[in-house]
Structures are given as structure tokens and as C-alpha cells.
């Protein structure tokens, strides 16, 4: 199996995340983060789901799963601890052309959660494909102290100098502006050059 990483617009498209334990827990953090529209459905939610639900981030249908919790559904992410439920959810999904994720079996997923450092709109997402996610999350831990704060600030304002660069001019010069933006930004991150 293998994934080829896009980023995904998720601001309020509905996802459906099934479960309401530790699992579900991180996938909640992760996907309110992006901005969905999130419905959980569990008997039970761990503490940090409920203040979420008693706080109206997210909505949430007390019971099992059931098949038309997939309705409307952009992505479903399946947080169970029964296998079993996991893979009905994929089969559903599949049938119906909605994208899922099943936390247990990374082979029957449409897409799985990176590690991600995120820095305004900067970010970096470390996946090692499902192989060894306590590796994705080490990475990432790692490579953190490397990507500060300061990239978001980074990120913004050399982005507002590049939507100047590409008004104002054209062809080589433009190349060459832009390439001297990219250069001038990172000077004194620490980050190595090409030619290091
Ligand atoms: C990166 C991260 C993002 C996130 O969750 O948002 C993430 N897992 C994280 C942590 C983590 N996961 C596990 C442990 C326990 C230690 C260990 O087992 O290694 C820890 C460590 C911890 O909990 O600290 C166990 C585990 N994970 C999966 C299985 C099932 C299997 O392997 O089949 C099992 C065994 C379950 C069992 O015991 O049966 C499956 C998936 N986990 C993924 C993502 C996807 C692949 C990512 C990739 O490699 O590209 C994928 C395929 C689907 C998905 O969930 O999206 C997040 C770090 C976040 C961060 O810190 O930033
Ligand atoms: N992908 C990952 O990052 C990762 C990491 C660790 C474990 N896992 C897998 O995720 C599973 C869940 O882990 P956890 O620590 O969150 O377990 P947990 O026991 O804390 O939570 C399981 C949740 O699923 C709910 N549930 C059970 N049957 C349901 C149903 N039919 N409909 C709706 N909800 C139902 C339970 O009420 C509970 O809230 C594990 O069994 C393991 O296979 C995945």
C-alpha cells in the first residue's frame, strides 16, 4: 500500500468520528484543529469529548454505530476498539464513496493521520505510512525544537512579499525575486543550504 500525501480542506465538512475513547480523543484535537464539522457517536465519551460536547464543539449521538450515521458524511473515522465495527464502517464507506479512516487497519483506509507540526500555515506532516506510527510521532517530536514559532511569522510575511513579487514583475526577474525571497527568508533558521 502506499499514500501519496495532499493536504485536505476540511473547514466545516462534516466528519464523522466513531468512538469516544483515547484514540478518538487525538483524532478530535486533530480534525476540530482543521476547522470540520464534527459528529462523534459512542456510548460512552472519555472526559475530554465530553467537555467538548457539553461545550458544543462537537455534536453527540449516545449509542452505537449505525449505518445512517454516514449520511452527509465527508469523512468517517472509525476509533472503535472492535475490529469488527471498523471494517463494517470501511465496507459502508466504500459503498457509499465516503472517505474513511479506520485507526485499527491502515490497508482498508482511504487516508491516515500523520504526525504534524503545525505553525500558523506552515506545517509539516511526518507519516511513516501506517509502518510504525510511535516512529511518526518520534520524528516529529525531534524535528519540533528545529520548526519554531517563528515559521508561522515566516510563512506570512514572505508570503505577503510573494504576492507582491508576482504583481509586479514577470518571467526571469520574477524567478529570480522569488528565489531571493526563499533565501532571504530562511537565512538564520539554522537550516541547511543545498549546498551543505
Ligand atoms: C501519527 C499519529 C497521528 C494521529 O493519531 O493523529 C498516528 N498514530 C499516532 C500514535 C500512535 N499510534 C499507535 C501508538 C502506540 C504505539 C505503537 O503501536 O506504535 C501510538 C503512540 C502513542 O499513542 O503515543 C498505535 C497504532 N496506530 C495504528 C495502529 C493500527 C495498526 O498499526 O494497524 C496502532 C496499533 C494499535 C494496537 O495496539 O492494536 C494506526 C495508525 N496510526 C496512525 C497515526 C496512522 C499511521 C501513521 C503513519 O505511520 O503514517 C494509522 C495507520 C491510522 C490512523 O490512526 O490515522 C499518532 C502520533 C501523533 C503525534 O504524537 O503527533
Ligand atoms: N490509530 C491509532 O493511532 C491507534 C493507537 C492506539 C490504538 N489504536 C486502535 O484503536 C482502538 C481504540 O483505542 P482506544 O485507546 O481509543 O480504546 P478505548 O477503549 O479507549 O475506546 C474505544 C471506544 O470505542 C467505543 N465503541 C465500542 N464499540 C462501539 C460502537 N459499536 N459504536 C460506537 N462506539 C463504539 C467505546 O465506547 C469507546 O469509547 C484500539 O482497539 C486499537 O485497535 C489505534
Redesign the pocket.
Known sequence: MSYYPLMIQLTDRPVLLVGGGR?AR??AD?LLSAGAALQVVAPVLCDRLAQLAAEGAVTWRQGVFAPADLEGIFLAVACTDRREVNARIGALCRERGVLC?L????EQ?DT?????IKRGAFQLAV????????L??EV?KRLSHQFGPEYAALCQESGRARRAILRAAQGAEREALLRQLDAAALEGTGLPTEED
Open positions: 484514540v487525538r483524532k486533530a479512516c485507526c485499527d487497519d491502515a483506509s491516515i493521520f500523520p504526525a504534524v507519516s511513516t505510512g501506517g509502518k510504525n506510527p510511535g511518526a510521532r516529529k
